[in-house]
């Protein structure tokens, strides 16, 4: 029988096998499979995170097989139009940079096309997303051209092969979901054109850490990522990182630039800054993740106590927004359908469904006003500014967000 999950005993960067576990959120479902009705099971995997002691990865110790976690996928980038406009300007600046007519760029999974369909016209554009289902969406509706599948070193070849070599290849939200870095990190440098750039877009352990975004942490997540530990992975492959920003994006991120080290461009300070900031906060040693667990554990206590004072005195309550690092809060902090009356999503396809582990409905946006809530747990936190904007009414009637994140508040 193949298992559900493997266990590493060694750093998927440097096979170290110096792992310090720091952080144990107990047995939780897949966060992305909502489920069609509050009677069906899944399964549940432990969640524990450790620190390699040797290059500084921070990771997941078990790897959920992909199949399970990413084949049919429910989440849908341009569900949530924040992120629109983020890869607007991320496509816009990318292009500006290292982009001339007739150019290949390919994106490593593109999801829905949201970044993809907005470089111009005059670049040519390859997906590759192993879920079908969201390949469909981009196919169907931008009319883009998406390979079905992982991305490998294989499918690299295969693409070089049919389509050329690439100017640029980003990968977004993606390197943290992949088991086999070498292998993934192998099959750029094999499609990237010798002065060719690959953009990563990644969540930044320094914000994860700092704003105690202990919900990002799920079996999708398999690695939480610094400069230190990325800069001995792709030396490698004699690749280096050149430039980097911090880009406000899913509770704080960092785009990197990365190139042979062969390449031309100019390695810019901001990567020495982080590199020496992440020392000056201690990503190098236990401290600062022993501090994280005690944090996190005291996070869990804040909402679960705020909520049940809340419920208790009568306050009707919903969740906002369905993320998967929702499912993961949701049964961290054990708060189910006795707090939460239902949640609202606006992807289609988490409509009328159920919360995977605490079978919370999941309903249209449309249902969100009628009546509203006395409060409203803002579930998708990192799309704060947005989602008050768009609630105005609801707080002008004397409705209230609970913020989880980065501290608990009402607003
Ligand atoms: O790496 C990943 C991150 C980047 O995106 C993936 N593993 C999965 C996903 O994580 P997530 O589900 O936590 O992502 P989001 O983008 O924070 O999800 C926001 C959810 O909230 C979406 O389901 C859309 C919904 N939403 C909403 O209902 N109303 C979003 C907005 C902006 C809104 O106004």
């Known amino acids: 029988m193949v298992e559900d999950y493997s266990t590493i005993d060694s750093c998927r960067i440097c096979d170290s096998p110096s792992l310090y576990e720091f952080l144990d959120l107990g047995n939780v479902p897949p966060v992305n499979n909502f489920k069609e009705t509050s009677e069906s099971k899944i399964p549940e995997y432990p969640l524990e995170v450790v620190f390699c002691e040797d290059c500084n990865h921070v990771q997941l110790r078990n790897t959920v097989r992909r199949d399970l976690l990413f084949e049919d996928y429910s989440y849908f980038s341009s569900s949530s139009t924040p992120l629109i406009d983020h890869f607007g300007e991320y496509a816009d600046s990318v292009e500006n940079k290292f982009l001339d007519a007739g150019d290949l760029v390919v994106e490593v999974g593109s ?15 390859l997906g590759v997303e192993p879920a079908e289902n969201v390949a469909e969406k981009a ?16 499918i690299a070849k295969d693409i070089a092969s049919n389509y050329g070599f690439a100017t640029v290849i980003a990968a977004n939200n993606v390197l943290g979901h992949v088991d086999e870095l070498h292998d993934i990190v ?57 430039d980097v920003e911090r880009v406000d994006v899913h509770g704080g991120s960092v785009r990197l630039f990365v190139q042979r080290e062969s390449g031309t461009h100019s390695i810019t300070n901001d990567v020495a800054y982080l590199s020496a900031l992440e020392k000056a906060l201690g990503l190098n040693e236990r401290t600062v993740y022993d501090e994280f667990r005690e944090e996190v554990r005291r996070r869990r206590q804040q909402l679960k106590d705020l909520l049940e004072h809340l419920d208790e005195t009568g306050h009707s309550i919903v969740g906002y927004g369905a993320p998967g690092k929702g499912n993961v809060l949701l049964n961290y902090c ?16 988490k409509q009328g469904t159920f919360s995977p582990g605490k079978n919370i409905p999941v309903r249209p946006p449309s249902e969100f006003g009628d009546p509203y809530p006395d409060v409203a747990l803002l579930l998708a936190w990192n799309y704060r500014e947005s989602i008050l904007e768009k609630e105005e009414e609801f707080r002008g009637e004397g409705g209230r967000f609970l913020i989880p994140a980065p501290n608990v508040d009402i607003v």
């Open 334 to 349: 054990d708060i189910g359908p006795d707090l939460l009356d239902y949640i609202v999503d606006t992807t289609p396809s």
């Open 186 to 242: 192998a099959g750029v440098d094999y499609l990237l054109q010798e002065q060719g750039v690959f953009v990563v877009e990644v969540p930044y352990l320094i914000d994860l850490l700092n704003h105690v975004e202990f919900d990002t942490i799920y079996h999708e997540h398999i690695s939480y990522f610094s400069i230190r530990p990325l800069t001995e992975l792709f030396e490698k492959f004699k690749m280096e990182i050149f």
């Open 139 to 154: 196919r169907e509706q931008y009319d883009l051209d998406v390979c079905t599948d992982f991305f490998s070193l294989d």
């Open 111 to 125: 999801n829905d096309g949201v970044l993809l369909r907005q470089f111009s016209e005059k670049v040519r554009k």
